[in-house]
């Protein structure tokens, strides 16, 4: 069964950075859109991150634009996402997801069709 597995979340101190694994099992990456979002309680889901196919277009929320980097290594078949200067409003649920081969996913949720688990990360003041 295809699946994502997150990994990395934790708590750091404002300023601080980490970096966001997500494993990708019984599923290749390549060909899909592979892409981060985040949720804080009270909050709806938000895209942070996207990479097209195979490490082209990348795109960003405006509030971590700067900060946050994604990237892919297509011989782990593992996404990543690297948060610098992180910041307390950075506090959430981390989720990867992947849409079906081909597809442009960007930014909309509702483009994605595989999601895992979540990572939490805690930015304290």
């Keep these: 069964q295809a699946r994502l597995v997150e990994s990395g979340g934790g708590s750091v101190q404002a300023g601080g950075a980490l970096t966001l694994s997500c494993e990708a099992t019984e599923i290749t990456l390549r060909g899909r859109s592979m892409a981060w979002f985040r949720q804080s309680p009270g909050k709806g889901r938000e895209g942070v991150a996207f990479m097209w196919a195979d490490g082209g277009a990348t795109d960003y929320a405006d509030s971590v634009k700067g900060r946050f980097t994604i990237s892919q290594d297509k011989d782990k078949n593992t996404g990543y996402l690297q948060m610098n200067t992180l910041k307390p409003e950075d506090t959430a649920m981390y989720s990867c997801a992947a849409t079906v081969h081909g597809r442009?996913?960007?930014?909309?949720?509702?483009?994605?069709?595989?999601?895992?688990?979540?990572?939490?990360?805690?930015?304290?003041?």
Excluded: E, F, I, K
């Design 104 to 125: 442009y996913g960007g930014l909309d949720p509702n483009a994605y069709h595989l999601w895992g688990q979540g990572t939490r990360v805690t930015v304290s003041s």
